[in-house]
């Protein structure tokens, strides 16, 4: 199995989707309601290929073999509380065929070098508070709930946590 990591260029739009798509599918299918699934996936192709441009410099792709598998975007953090001294991680998919084969921990362990490598102390992201899988995998790779909440209202509510990890750990 060979991995790679880059940044993703408009040509990766149509493979990042369908990621994303599958991802959403498998991952929330117990969390969200299968209409709201429906619903943003199918805005996710005109999505890639409107945010992913020659310029990106914060959206990933994972290739396993030359196939694209994986997704995520690590950037300045969303949260007014958090400074400079933070990057976060804004996702991280993984097709499902893909699960549980360390590929998501193979990209955890770039995400934690890149933003090493940016002289950023600290790793934020946000999780569902019910995605148990991924809070479990999340708290593998050295992230702890900070308290941090917020609520959504999408016709349901749904709780999201926020989750903080020291990089000066040595990697996993």
Same mark, same amino acid.
């Given at each position: 199995?060979?991995?790679?990591?880059?940044?993703?260029?408009?040509?990766?739009?149509?493979?990042?989707?369908?990621?994303?798509?599958?991802?959403?599918?498998?991952?929330?299918k117990h969390l969200?309601?299968?209409? @709201?699934?429906?619903?943003? &996936?199918? %805005?996710?192709?005109?999505?890639?290929?409107?945010?992913? %441009?020659?310029?990106? %410099? &914060?959206?990933?792709?994972?290739?396993?073999?030359?196939?694209?598998?994986?997704?995520?975007?690590?950037?300045?953090?969303?949260?007014?509380?958090?400074d400079s001294r933070?990057?976060?991680?804004?996702?991280? @998919?993984?097709?499902?065929?893909?699960?549980?084969?360390?590929?998501?921990?193979?990209?955890?362990?770039?995400?934690?070098?890149?933003?090493?490598?940016?002289?950023?102390?600290?790793?934020?992201?946000?999780?569902?508070?019910?995605?148990n899988d991924a809070?479990?995998? @999340?708290?593998?790779?050295?992230?702890?709930?900070?308290?941090?909440?917020? %609520?959504?209202?999408?016709?349901?509510?749904?709780?999201?946590?926020?989750?903080?990890?020291?990089?000066?750990?040595?990697?996993?």
């Amino acid at each position: 199995m060979h991995i790679t990591i880059r940044l993703a260029n408009p040509a990766d739009a149509q493979d990042m989707a369908e990621v994303g798509m599958k991802s959403w599918e498998v991952a929330y299918k117990h969390l969200l309601p299968a209409d @709201y699934i429906r619903e943003k &996936n199918a %805005t996710r192709v005109h999505q890639y290929k409107r945010v992913i %441009t020659d310029e990106n %410099t &914060n959206s990933y792709v994972i290739q396993k073999d030359n196939k694209t598998v994986g997704i995520m975007k690590i950037a300045e953090p969303t949260d007014d509380d958090l400074d400079s001294r933070y990057f976060e991680l804004h996702y991280l @998919y993984l097709h499902p065929g893909c699960f549980r084969e360390g590929i998501g921990t193979l990209a955890m362990d770039y995400v934690f070098d890149h933003v090493r490598k940016l002289g950023k102390k600290y790793i934020s992201l946000w999780v569902f508070a019910k995605n148990n899988d991924a809070i479990k995998f @999340y708290e593998a790779c050295g992230f702890r709930p900070d308290g941090k909440t917020k %609520t959504q209202e999408r016709g349901w509510l749904m709780e999201i946590i926020r989750m903080i990890r020291d990089n000066q750990e040595t990697n996993l």
